[in-house]
């Protein structure tokens, strides 16, 4: 079993940045995929960002050049780095993990984000 729990959304205004982290209850080591997606309001959930074991980054065209998720593998953690958001960039965000060990999604709980002035 794998607990995640995001911290870090909130208001900011077009332009800002806010930095998202995900609290992983298992070494990444064991986790061989972790992602940040976003859900907004009427809309289905997104992929935003992905890091697999190997170090592999991917990214939406929508937020390439804006956005960079990090891992730190010491303290459990992976990182959503949000920059220049705009108001389209509003939603809840998730993150997820994946072990090919037991072939199974981990989601935390959401948290969100508004861009608005």
């Known amino acids: 079993q794998i607990r995640l729990v995001e911290s870090g959304g909130g208001l900011v205004q077009p332009g800002g940045t806010l930095r998202l982290s995900c609290a992983a209850s298992?070494?990444?080591?064991?986790?061989?995929?972790m992602g940040w997606y976003r859900q907004a309001p009427g809309k289905e959930r997104e992929l935003v960002a992905t890091?697999?074991?190997?170090?592999?980054?991917n990214y939406a065209d929508s937020v390439k050049g804006r956005f960079t998720i990090s891992r730190d593998n010491a303290k459990k953690m992976v990182y959503l780095q949000m920059t220049s958001l705009k108001p389209e960039d509003t939603a809840v965000y998730y993150c997820?993990?994946?072990?090919?060990?037991?072939?199974?999604?981990?989601w935390g709980q959401g948290t969100r984000v508004t861009v608005s002035s």
């Open positions: 997820k993990a994946y072990r090919n060990s037991d072939q199974k999604d981990y």
């Open positions: 298992v070494s990444l080591f064991s986790i061989d995929f």
């Open positions: 890091t697999i074991i190997s170090g592999v980054k």
